[in-house]
């Protein structure tokens, strides 16, 4: 196999934020010459597809800043520093839907943006939820909303939900649960 590694040969911080930094390293090529490579440092996420007892399952509409627009999406948040990921996806499912899942399955990961960002998101199918209050950071609107798995699915497909989290979050459970 081709040697395709680069190696790091000095690190800078370029910006320490609120929720992610930005470091600038330069790099050794595979050909030995030298780069810059500019990129998000994450602390990871959990995303949730939470089926309630009917089999609908639990979406958001939520307003993204970044985008300047309304989005919908399944419950996800960030991992704390030192949290395990089962006790983010039930932290973030509690606070964000006023549900905690009784059981977690794992159903993959995704890198949502490899040439800029380290960011890896979690995929767990959450279920045997228990009601409880919604907990909401201070600084979260949230809208929650439940629909049929298929419809949720079809919402993918006709471009009504655009997040790629959530899509692939779908599009994960519908292959590996053959929904």
Same mark, same amino acid.
């Given at each position: 196999?081709?040697?395709?590694?680069?190696?790091?040969?000095?690190?800078?911080?370029?910006?320490?934020?609120?929720?992610?930094?930005?470091?600038?390293?330069?790099?050794?090529?595979?050909?030995?010459?030298?780069?810059?490579?500019?990129?998000?440092?994450?602390?990871?996420?959990?995303?949730?597809?939470?089926?309630?007892? @009917?089999? @609908? &399952?639990?979406?958001?509409?939520?307003?993204?800043?970044?985008?300047?627009?309304?989005?919908?999406?399944?419950?996800?948040?960030?991992?704390?520093?030192?949290?395990?990921?089962?006790?983010?996806? %039930?932290?973030?499912?509690?606070?964000?839907?006023?549900?905690?899942?009784?059981?977690?399955?794992?159903?993959?990961?995704?890198?949502?943006?490899?040439?800029?960002?380290?960011?890896?998101?979690?995929?767990? %199918?959450?279920?045997?939820?228990?009601?409880?209050?919604?907990?909401?950071?201070?600084?979260?609107?949230?809208?929650?909303?439940?629909?049929?798995?298929?419809?949720?699915?079809?919402?993918?497909?006709?471009?009504?939900?655009?997040?790629?989290?959530?899509?692939?979050?779908?599009? &994960?459970?519908?292959?590996?649960?053959?929904?």
């Amino acid at each position: 196999m081709k040697n395709l590694k680069e190696k790091k040969i000095k690190s800078e911080n370029i910006f320490n934020g609120v929720l992610l930094n930005v470091k600038k390293d330069m790099v050794e090529l595979p050909n030995g010459k030298e780069t810059v490579r500019e990129y998000i440092v994450h602390p990871g996420a959990v995303v949730l597809v939470a089926f309630l007892p @009917n089999g @609908n &399952i639990i979406l958001e509409r939520q307003f993204r800043y970044p985008a300047g627009e309304i989005f919908i999406e399944l419950p996800a948040g960030k991992i704390d520093v030192g949290e395990n990921l089962e006790d983010t996806a %039930k932290r973030e499912m509690a606070e964000e839907t006023g549900y905690h899942p009784n059981n977690l399955e794992y159903m993959g990961k995704l890198y949502p943006g490899i040439g800029y960002s380290d960011e890896v998101i979690y995929i767990y %199918k959450a279920y045997d939820l228990e009601k409880r209050n919604i907990s909401c950071d201070d600084d979260e609107f949230i809208e929650i909303f439940d629909v049929p798995f298929q419809t949720a699915y079809q919402m993918v497909m006709d471009g009504e939900i655009v997040d790629a989290k959530s899509m692939i979050g779908i599009i &994960i459970v519908k292959e590996k649960l053959d929904l």
